[in-house]
């Protein structure tokens, strides 16, 4: 087993002060990872996938990812990420512009269109898979980084 270090820093000084931070977790028991860099289309297209129990090339088990990267390695194009669940009634989508990266720290979510549940119950659906598309008819590379336990 082993342990992955996740640091994300900020950097910027506004009027001579320093204003940025560094902040940092530790994720032990680390098992699998999973690193891919594939090219992104017009096309939805499978990128990971949670499944129950049997994880194979492009899958990890459920429950099991403690952090997810997906990073748009394009200078100028962006990504739009479907984020779904295992009976396709509860997703989101986020757009990931030119350089910028999306981050998870576990596979599960609640999606809820109408109320706002926060200081309440939440109920926390497995996220089955997360699908990308260039919303042009081009091309982008990304690359995507997940660690299970």
């Not at 940025?20 to 996938?49: D, H, K, P, W, Y």
């Not at 989508?93 to 309440?120: C, K, P, Q, W």
């Amino acid at each position: 087993m082993a342990t992955l270090t996740v640091s994300i820093q900020e950097e910027i000084t506004i009027n001579g002060k320093e204003r940025g931070n560094t902040n940092s977790i530790s994720i032990g028991s680390v098992t699998e990872t999973f690193n891919r860099v594939l090219t992104a289309s017009a096309t939805e297209q499978n990128i990971i996938e949670f499944q129950a129990t049997n994880p194979s090339g492009a899958a990890l088990a459920n429950g099991t990812c403690q952090y997810l990267r997906v990073t748009n390695l394009d200078s100028s194009n962006n990504v739009d990420l479907r984020v779904q669940t295992s009976t396709d009634t509860k997703e989101y989508f986020v757009r990931i512009g030119a350089l910028e990266s999306f981050i998870l720290f576990n596979d599960s979510m609640d999606v809820n269109a109408t109320t706002s549940n926060l200081g309440g119950t939440i109920d926390l659906d497995q996220i089955e898979v997360i699908k990308a598309k260039v919303p042009t008819a081009s091309t982008a590379d990304i690359e995507i980084f997940a660690v299970a336990t």
